[in-house]
């Protein structure tokens, strides 16, 4: 996901882009849940283009925990963000 402010979104801001977690005015709830999203696992890191190690199931809860992140960040930076989500679907 991508953060900025919405009146500039594309141009340097203050939090940088993307922006690190610990810069964003969110309660420490969600910068821990945010943080906490286990993406790192989803790859086989000793041949990054071979297929996930994740099942199925552990797809679709990351999927969800991931959407509930993304909807609690754009609840709290309200109107004036842009989040972006750029996970392939």
Partial sequence: MR???RHNPDVDSPYGSPCELEQLPISTA???ESARLPYQSSIDWEYPP?????TKEQWTLFRQQADAA???LRREL???WIVEDRRNR
Avoid: F, K
């Fill in 3 to 5: 953060t900025g402010p």
């Fill in 70 to 72: 993304r909807d609690a």
């Fill in 30 to 32: 969600t910068r821990t």
């Fill in 50 to 54: 071979d297929p996930s190690p994740w």
């Fill in 78 to 80: 309200g109107d004036d």
